[in-house]
């Protein structure tokens, strides 16, 4: 059923039926705040429902006031003045806490910051919280309670949210320094007026658990960050005149701009963002990847291409992409297009199917050479930089993934390479591209071969030229000059994604034609691999029913077109049934709750009147000169209801099947990040609905074997200039190239070894799990660790394995050895031979303790021998202070203990003779004594890090303990030496 849902006197309404109704709740909350003694005009700003008790709502306005319902809201039962008397118009954000339903964060302007005082410097703002939302609703000023520690916060966040969420819907905060529940994370600064400029150096990154009566900075000058994934990411002011440490700099005083840091244990400790190409950085954007555990982070900046023409230079981005560490990101691709004003940048994840990500790129424009009958013009294929374009075309096949269509990406910057081989002064085109393996390989998108729409076909008549589609993303949507609906996915429609844009033969871009002329509406059932037009025009859009149901309606973006209809498909776009609606309208948007189950959407806009003084004029979702406002409309669609459909059933087990993310001939399953990926969908010529019931089940997998395309180029490494494709799509190089080392940053993990690039250029992309990386990368398991000789594969391990093996055979042997004696001595021996046998036995035995009694004899006499002689007198007669190393090194003395290691003494007053030098029994000490010995014949005596240097006679020395503590055992052993 199709209902109009006139709301043209503004306000808050609700529905408890979704949507079949709609009640004004605006009177109740102006006659709640009236008797409160309020006068403030009632316009609600944020609504918040308890998760454990959904009946419990709150409505914070945009003046001083916030509304408590118990009821959904058919009744208020507090009516709340904020604290300080701040205003909901002035919040800047607010954090609902991850676990603790009732707890909620705002960060808000002071209401005695003035606007004056604001072109002057950043206005203060207080942190405020409430641990009982839904009751109480007290409210503790953060500002307040540090005792004037600080003046005001910056940015904020529960620390928790750096915690994985575990399947029973907690957080395992192991690995974070088991954080508090109370842990709050925020950028602040110390003194009133400190924060006044961008990335100030005075504003610093601190944590507090016991709500800010005290806190630790851990970053210093850390201005803004955020938790994406699992892990913190902080903007660092390049002016802080210490480093994240606390040490003093050098170079702060003429350094600008920002460097990003990121932490991996909740704030305990941070590493420096390794980016592998120096840019102008102006900001970050960070996007999560698909499994929830890592960024994409987008840099912002300014490109320059050296035109004369103002559109050859704008605003852009680069993308780089998360790799096995949370610090290491490799280029994937640059020059991104965004918008002049910083409202979007047109990078887009494809919800459902991890790794899959649609961007634009700005390129220079072509020479009117490009386009030529002979279509191999445009050079080669084009790369993450800005590179070479291919004449493409053929998008024959050769491996197992989607990634070697036409194009390729890898990780070079802007100016590297000039697309279509043109000069720099001709103007920018944006073009569009897809990667299937999280940014590993990027590639255009290839247009339909054929058109359900002739108005949509703006390909070359000429066969011989490629043809690509281009689509618009974020940027378009946030656009001044007039929004045009984006590129669209949703995780409850895995495969299906839709937007706006035309198609272009090689060297024309998005838009390159006028707003009316080729644009249309492109739908993608296989996740960006095939697309094909379902609407002549700008069409917005939203997908419903699990994926089972596509709605659209016109959209007025670029020629202020009106929606008589709604256009709804159940099978995947190729049939679409026309819903009218009572009256026109212009469309907004179309909307459905956030998991996207329910056969039901809401479609926004205004509606379409005969202006009152002016009846042969209609004025649709605009103002006209007499100051007439079209009022609000809303109409639900409700496909399960609807008159245009028969009454359809609930799907039924038969009426869904397995659907396999493919490769783009359909032929056989891609590898995924090192998966292939089986996901259930209801069949397209199935006529049933899935329903809010039901609960897709979790993909089926299986591991493939690691191939290129589960490898990007690690940092300081890109794809060749023509990024390994020839002019017929097909990938023919998988080689990196290392980036000049004057274009790099130091990479502080690389350099202290903490994380080896291979000498490959390679490493596995984020989270592919690929069986055995070492077919492609021989050198490190691909995530940044030395790979163990194959010669040895375990190591040590495999030695200690070994010996134990020989020890276990030698005893086995002994003990087959003893028992085949015992059994001949009992069984098989005659008494005289037993006789014999002891006998001998008692001779033997004798024999050994005289010579052992022989040599305890001469021993000691040797060893009083030369004691006495050295020392003269007995031993433990005389014991001498210990000096320092200089001391015993410049007096060529040595140092001596007894053997029981009690004291330690030193021989002195006078040096050694030749004859003693030679013996090597009291070697003179290296300067090193007090950080442990130079090593003795490089074997023991480095291992122990504590000996005698190595004569021939060969001392050898055991410390007493740890190198450093000025102590060392001496035995001295003869034989041996070097």
């Known amino acids: 059923?199709?209902?109009?849902?006139?709301?043209?006197?503004?306000?808050?309404?609700?529905?408890?039926?979704?949507?079949?109704?709609?009640?004004?709740?605006?009177?109740?909350?102006?006659?709640?705040?009236?008797?409160?003694?309020?006068?403030?005009?009632?316009?609600?700003?944020?609504?918040?429902?308890?998760?454990?008790?959904?009946?419990?709502?709150?409505?914070?306005?945009?003046?001083?006031?916030?509304?408590?319902?118990?009821?959904?809201?058919?009744?208020?039962?507090?009516?709340?003045?904020?604290?300080?008397?701040?205003?909901?118009?002035?919040?800047?954000?607010?954090?609902?806490?991850?676990?603790?339903?009732?707890?909620?964060?705002?960060?808000?302007?002071?209401?005695?910051?003035?606007?004056?005082?604001?072109?002057?410097?950043?206005?203060?703002?207080?942190?405020?919280?409430?641990?009982?939302?839904?009751?109480?609703?007290?409210?503790?000023?953060?500002?307040?309670?540090?005792?004037g520690k600080l003046a005001g916060f910056v940015d904020f966040d529960w620390g928790i949210n750096a915690c994985p969420t575990t399947t029973a819907g907690t957080r395992n905060c192991s690995k974070k320094g088991d954080m508090a529940e109370t842990m709050v994370m925020a950028t602040m600064y110390a003194k009133p007026g400190d924060y006044d400029q961008p990335w100030d150096p005075d504003v610093h990154f601190v944590m507090s658990s016991?709500?800010?009566?005290?806190?630790?900075?851990?970053?210093?000058?850390?201005?803004?960050?955020?938790?994406?994934?699992?892990?913190?990411?902080?903007?660092?002011?390049?002016?802080?005149?210490?480093?994240?440490?606390?040490?003093?700099?050098?170079?702060?005083?003429?350094?600008?701009?920002?460097?990003?840091?990121?932490?991996?244990?909740?704030?305990l400790t941070f590493d420096q963002a390794c980016l592998p190409v120096a840019l102008k950085q102006e900001g970050y954007e960070l996007m999560e990847t698909h499994d929830g555990k890592g960024a994409v982070v987008v840099v912002d900046f300014v490109s320059d291409s050296g035109s004369s023409s103002s559109a050859s230079s704008g605003s852009a981005s680069s993308m780089y992409t998360a790799g096995p560490h949370h610090a290491v990101?490799?280029?994937?691709?640059?020059?991104?297009?965004?918008?002049?004003?910083?409202?979007?940048?047109?990078?887009?994840?494809?919800?459902?199917?991890?790794?899959?990500f649609m961007a634009n790129q700005m390129l220079p424009a072509p020479s009117a050479a490009v386009g030529n009958s002979n279509g191999n013009s445009g050079g080669n294929s084009n790369n993450n930089g800005g590179t070479n374009s291919n004449s493409g075309g053929d998008n024959s096949s050769n491996s197992k993934n989607k990634n070697n269509d036409?194009?390729?990406?890898?990780?070079?910057?802007?100016?590297?390479?000039?697309?279509?081989?043109?000069?720099?002064?001709?103007?920018?085109?944006?073009?569009?591209?897809?990667?299937?393996?999280?940014?590993?390989?990027?590639?255009?998108?290839?247009?339909?071969?054929?058109?359900?729409?002739?108005?949509?076909?703006?390909?070359?008549?000429?066969?011989?030229?490629?043809?690509?589609?281009?689509?618009?993303?974020?940027?378009?949507?946030?656009?001044?000059s007039g929004a045009l609906p984006s590129l669209y996915s949703s995780a409850s429609a895995p495969g299906l994604v839709i937007g706006t844009g035309n198609v272009a033969p090689l060297g024309a871009g998005l838009n390159e034609f006028t707003i009316t002329d080729g644009l249309c509406t492109w739908l993608s059932t296989d996740g960006g691999s095939t697309w094909r037009d379902v609407g002549v025009g700008a069409y917005i859009y939203e997908f419903a029913d699990w994926g089972g149901v596509i709605v659209m309606a016109r959209h007025p973006g670029g020629t202020s077109a009106v929606a008589s209809s709604v256009l709804v498909s159940l099978d995947y776009g190729s049939c679409w049934t026309e819903v009218p609606l009572t009256e026109a309208m212009t469309v907004e948007n179309i909307r459905i709750e956030p998991d996207g189950q329910r056969p039901r959407v809401i479609v926004h806009g205004r509606g379409c009147r005969v202006e009152p003084t002016r009846s042969s004029t209609s004025k649709c979702g605009q103002s006209a000169s007499s100051g007439y406002r079209p009022e609000g409309l809303m109409y639900v669609v409700d496909v399960e209801q609807n008159e245009a459909f028969s009454p359809l059933p609930n799907c039924k087990a038969s009426d869904r099947v397995p659907w396999t993310v493919?490769?783009?001939?359909?032929?056989?399953?891609?590898?995924?990040?090192?998966?292939?990926?089986?996901?259930?969908?209801?069949?397209?010529?199935?006529?049933?609905?899935?329903?809010?019931?039901?609960?897709?089940?979790?993909?089926?997998?299986e591991r493939c074997p690691c191939t290129q395309e589960d490898v990007e180029c690690d940092f300081g490494w890109m794809r060749p200039s023509a990024g390994g494709v020839n002019m017929g799509g097909n990938r023919t190089v998988d080689t990196c190239t290392a980036l000049p080392e004057s274009r790099m940053q130091t990479c502080p993990l690389i350099r202290d070894k903490k994380y080896m690039v291979s000498s490959t250029g390679k490493r596995l992309l984020h989270a592919d799990v690929c069986n055995d990386a070492s077919v492609i990368i021989p050198d490190t398991d691909g995530m940044g660790n030395a790979r163990k000789s194959p010669s040895s594969p375990s190591g040590s391990g495999a030695k200690k394995k070994h010996t134990w093996a020989k020890a276990v055979l030698g005893i086995l042997s002994v003990v087959l050895i003893l028992g085949a004696s015992v059994a001949w001595w009992a069984l098989l021996s005659t008494s005289r031979q037993r006789d014999l046998i002891m006998d001998l036995t008692e001779s033997v035995v004798s024999f050994l303790i005289g010579v052992a009694l022989l040599a305890k004899e001469k021993a000691e006499a040797i060893y009083l021998f030369l004691w006495t002689r050295f020392h003269g007198g007995r031993p433990g007669d005389v014991l001498v202070p210990s000096y320092d190393a200089d001391h015993l090194h410049s007096h060529g003395a040595a140092a001596a203990a007894r053997e029981d290691g009690t004291s330690l003494g030193l021989v002195h007053g006078r040096g050694m003779t030749e004859e003693e030098e030679v013996l090597g029994y009291f070697?003179?000490?290296?300067?090193?004594?007090?950080n442990g010995m130079s090593g003795f014949g490089g074997g023991i005596g480095e291992e122990m890090g504590g000996a005698m240097r190595g004569g021939t006679g060969g001392a050898f020395n055991l410390p007493t303990s740890a190198p450093g503590m000025g102590g060392v055992k001496m035995f001295t052993l003869d034989g041996g030496g070097q």
């Open 923 to 930: 070697q003179p000490l290296s300067d090193g004594f007090g």
């Open 1 to 147: 059923m199709t209902r109009n849902l006139g709301l043209g006197s503004g306000g808050t309404w609700r529905s408890q039926n979704g949507g079949d109704s709609f009640f004004d709740l605006t009177p109740k909350l102006n006659s709640s705040m009236a008797k409160a003694g309020g006068n403030d005009s009632v316009t609600v700003t944020s609504i918040f429902s308890q998760k454990s008790a959904p009946n419990n709502v709150v409505f914070i306005g945009s003046g001083s006031y916030i509304w408590l319902s118990k009821d959904f809201g058919d009744t208020i039962s507090r009516v709340v003045r904020t604290p300080g008397h701040w205003r909901g118009s002035n919040i800047r954000s607010m954090k609902l806490h991850p676990t603790r339903d009732n707890w909620l964060l705002v960060l808000v302007r002071r209401p005695s910051c003035r606007p004056l005082d604001y072109a002057q410097m950043e206005c203060p703002h207080d942190l405020f919280l409430t641990q009982d939302l839904f009751g109480s609703m007290d409210w503790v000023n953060l500002t307040a309670n540090a005792h």
């Open 329 to 356: 990101f490799s280029l994937s691709l640059t020059n991104v297009h965004r918008s002049d004003f910083g409202f979007g940048t047109d990078l887009t994840r494809i919800e459902g199917i991890p790794g899959f």
């Open 406 to 480: 036409n194009d390729s990406a890898g990780g070079t910057d802007s100016d590297l390479d000039v697309d279509y081989g043109t000069d720099s002064d001709n103007d920018i085109i944006v073009e569009s591209r897809i990667t299937f393996n999280g940014g590993g390989r990027w590639q255009r998108v290839p247009a339909p071969k054929t058109f359900n729409n002739p108005q949509c076909n703006r390909c070359s008549s000429d066969s011989s030229i490629p043809c690509f589609l281009h689509l618009n993303g974020p940027s378009a949507w946030n656009s001044f």
């Open 662 to 701: 493919s490769t783009p001939d359909g032929v056989s399953a891609a590898c995924v990040l090192g998966n292939t990926i089986q996901i259930q969908r209801r069949r397209a010529d199935a006529s049933c609905l899935n329903g809010a019931g039901y609960v897709r089940p979790a993909p089926i997998t």
């Open 210 to 267: 016991n709500l800010f009566k005290s806190f630790e900075t851990h970053v210093p000058c850390g201005n803004m960050f955020e938790i994406v994934g699992e892990g913190i990411y902080i903007a660092y002011s390049n002016s802080c005149p210490v480093d994240v440490q606390g040490n003093k700099r050098r170079d702060s005083s003429t350094s600008k701009g920002i460097t990003l840091y990121t932490s991996a244990d909740g704030g």
